[in-house]
């Protein structure tokens, strides 16, 4: 699917004092683009999935286009899966019958996001995706964006985009994480600092310390990207950058996004011992098996007092915890353990709120009606926060378990 030629090389080379997505969006175009340019280039991947593919197939049907190249296309059912009702399962079946009749690769093993990061996205890529959090990829030295169902028709008719290319907003990590402090809570944390939109169509690019973590905590934080405002989201970066921000994190709290927006964050200490009736551990942002086995340590041999729904990122992510005891140790705790997907994200099934309730979740955003009726509340948090949360029941330090 993907190859890098001579000349991207060569172009890549040229454009070292730039910034990654700048970087990235020379080399695709074959010369050097300034930000705030318009350009027109060819993806690598573009995909969508079982909510946002049903609008974009009666967007090529209604054009009567066919599409450009099938083998850059992926359709992914992880939203509802398995279908929670007649609707959706007729969504579904439009998405198979329109891969099958178009030659277009069909995936049904998990979280979208976590997929392209298993299996498909290279540094140097351009990915689209019918979902804001496409940004995800971008922590694998790709340029991923989220588009609009319309574009992504678009996109699979001609093989082709356009892009502003966007001014990039660097953010340096320093320091030495504390224990019981991870990738969410950092994540968190910029998001506090930067604000809602503070990086409104912009490429945010970790450096520093970000530069040598897991893949798994370099996923997690371009992941909230978006939810700065962001175009996408990438670990690494060059010298021109537009904003900048320098982040110590040798004395970071864990934190705890509060309703009704990520950037809403601040130290456990300031909400512990808020109840909660729902914790959910997994989606793209911490389904991870690193993210598992934190919340394994913490909930092993105890009990959870609050309803706990788990929900690994992707079927190897799964098949993962399983070998290692910790899917057992979810279940022997009380938790729901829940098939690879987006599960109870987005409020449509396996875990919706009722009026009034309370989550604390690890995925990445907390909008009002976001898991359920607008009634309820949701406070975002790292793995470890969450299964600390789940045993006592009530929003808690993970730091004391550890």
């Keep these: ?9 060569k172009a890549l080379e040229e454009c070292r004092r730039l910034g990654l997505a700048q970087k990235i969006l020379s080399a695709k175009a074959g010369r050097e683009v300034q930000p705030g340019e318009i350009i027109v280039v060819e993806p690598d991947i573009i995909f969508a999935h079982d909510t946002t593919a ?8 209604r054009l009567g286009r066919e ?26 079946k439009t998405l198979r019958t329109f891969a099958k009749k178009h030659g277009i690769k069909l995936i049904a093993d998990g979280v979208c996001h976590q997929i392209i990061a298993e299996r498909l996205a290279r540094p140097g890529m351009v990915i689209v ?20 169902s319309t574009d992504i028709a678009i996109a699979m008719s001609t093989g082709k985009i356009w892009l502003r290319v966007p001014d990039s907003y660097g953010i340096r990590l320093e320091g030495t994480l504390p224990l019981g402090v991870g990738a969410k809570d950092i994540a968190l944390k910029v998001c506090s600092l930067v604000g809602d939109a503070g990086a409104d169509y912009m ?25 700065m405002g962001a175009k996408t989201g990438l670990v690494g970066g060059g010298s021109e950058c537009t904003k900048t921000l320098e982040l110590d994190v040798s004395d970071l709290n864990p934190q705890v996004a509060a309703p009704p927006t990520p950037s809403n964050a601040k130290p456990v200490q300031e909400v512990k011992g808020v109840a909660v009736d729902q914790v959910v551990i997994g989606t793209c942002t911490n389904g991870r098996i690193e993210d ?23 079927r190897a992510v799964y098949l993962q915890a399983i070998s290692e005891g910790l899917i057992e140790t979810f279940i022997e705790c009380g938790a729901f353990v829940c098939p690879p997907g987006c599960g109870p994200c987005l409020g449509r099934h396996m875990g919706a709120l009722a009026p009034g ?26 793995p470890a926060t969450a299964a600390a949360t789940a045993v006592e029941g009530k929003i808690t330090d993970p730091r004391r378990f550890m």
């Design 67 to 92: 599409i450009a190249d099938p083998t850059r296309v992926i359709f992914f059912i992880d939203h509802v899966v398995p279908p929670s009702n007649v609707d959706a399962a007729t969504l579904q």
């Design 292 to 314: 598992l086995r934190i919340a394994g340590t913490i909930l092993k041999g105890r009990h959870a007092e609050a309803r706990t729904v788990i929900v690994p990122a992707s």
């Design 203 to 227: 490429a945010v690019e970790y450096t520093g310390l970000a530069e040598r973590m897991l893949l798994a905590d370099k996923l997690t934080l371009t992941n909230l990207a978006v939810e």
């Design 54 to 61: 049903p609008l974009a197939i009666e967007a090529i049907e």
């Design 357 to 382: 309730e309370v989550c604390l979740s690890t995925s990445n955003r907390n909008f009002i009606g976001r898991m359920g009726d607008p009634s309820s509340k949701i406070y975002l948090a790292s």
């Design 1 to 9: 699917m993907y190859s890098r030629s001579s000349k991207t090389k």
């Design 129 to 148: 995706g019918g979902d804001s959090h496409t940004c995800t990829s971008g922590a694998l030295g790709a340029f991923a964006a989220g588009m609009g």
